[in-house]
C-alpha cells in the first residue's frame, strides 16, 4: 500500500463545476496536510494546508480532513480553465507549526482538466 | 521577495561524473528540503536541513548528499552519476519546518548520458 494514494484521474470537468480531488493516506501518525497545484513544467505551489478535521475553505478551495478515515480532499468550486494542472497532496508526520519538522510524502498526483 | 532560487536550471552530465546543486532559501527561512521528481516516482523526500543540521533523510543511496550553510544556503551533492539519476531536483524552504509547507525553487532539470 501507497503511503499517500490520490483518485489516479485524469479529471475532466466543465467550467464553473465542482472539481473533487480525493487522497488517502496509511500513517495514522501523520498530523498535516497539504494541497500543492503544479503546471506543467513549473514547481508545486502549495495551495492550502490543513490540520484539524472538518473543512477549510479558502476563496474557491475547502480542504476536508476525516482523520479517522485517514481522508484528505480537495474541492475546486467555480472551476476555471486556469485551474487545470496536476494537484498533488502530501502528508507530513508529527506536530504542527512551532519547531516541528519532517519530510512530507506526496501522493502521485491527480491531472485536472478545466474545459471551457 | 525573492523566493526560493536554485541553480543550475538545467544541467547536462555524463554517467559517473558528480553534479552539486545550489539552493538560496528565502530570506529568514532556515529549513531547506531537497525532492527529487521523476514521471514514474513522483516527488520523493532526499533530505532536510535545519541550522546545518540534517535533520532527515530519504530512501536514496549514499551517492546523494547535501549540506547547508550557516546562512541558510544548501547544496546537494550527487557522485558517481547513473542515468536513472535524471531528474528534476526541486529545493524548497520553510521557516521552521514543513508544518505550514514549503516555498518550492523552479528546480534544476539534470540530465545524465
Known amino acids: 500500500q501507497k503511503e499517500v494514494e490520490q483518485n489516479s484521474g485524469p479529471l475532466s470537468v466543465p467550467e464553473g463545476a465542482i472539481a473533487s480531488l480525493n487522497c488517502t493516506y496509511s500513517?495514522?501518525?501523520?498530523?498535516?496536510f497539504f494541497w500543492y497545484r503544479q503546471y506543467s513544467g513549473k514547481s508545486p505551489e502549495l495551495i492550502m494546508f490543513i490540520y484539524s478535521n472538518g473543512d477549510k475553505e479558502d476563496g474557491r478551495f475547502t480542504a476536508q480532513l476525516n482523520k479517522a478515515s485517514q481522508y484528505v480532499s480537495l474541492l475546486i468550486r467555480d472551476s476555471q480553465p486556469s485551474d487545470s494542472a496536476t494537484y498533488l497532496c502530501a502528508v507530513r508526520a508529527g506536530g504542527a507549526g512551532g519547531t516541528s519538522y519532517g519530510k512530507l510524502t506526496f501522493g502521485q498526483g491527480t491531472i485536472l482538466t478545466v474545459h471551457p | 521577495k525573492a523566493g526560493v532560487t536554485q541553480t543550475p536550471r538545467y544541467l547536462i552530465k555524463t554517467r559517473g561524473q558528480q553534479v552539486t546543486l545550489s539552493c538560496s532559501p528565502i530570506?529568514?527561512?532556515?529549513?531547506v528540503s531537497w525532492y527529487q521528481q521523476t514521471p514514474g516516482q513522483g516527488l520523493q523526500f532526499l533530505f532536510e536541513y535545519f541550522s546545518e543540521t540534517q535533520r532527515n533523510k530519504g530512501n536514496f543511496p549514499g551517492r546523494f548528499s547535501g549540506r547547508q550553510f550557516s546562512n541558510s544556503r544548501s547544496e546537494m551533492n550527487v557522485s558517481t552519476l547513473e542515468l536513472g539519476d535524471s531528474a528534476l531536483y526541486l529545493c524548497a524552504s520553510s521557516f521552521f519546518g514543513s508544518g505550514y509547507g514549503y516555498t518550492f525553487g523552479s528546480g534544476t532539470r539534470l540530465t545524465v548520458v
Open positions: 530570506s529568514g527561512h532556515r529549513s
Open positions: 500513517d495514522r501518525g501523520s498530523q498535516s
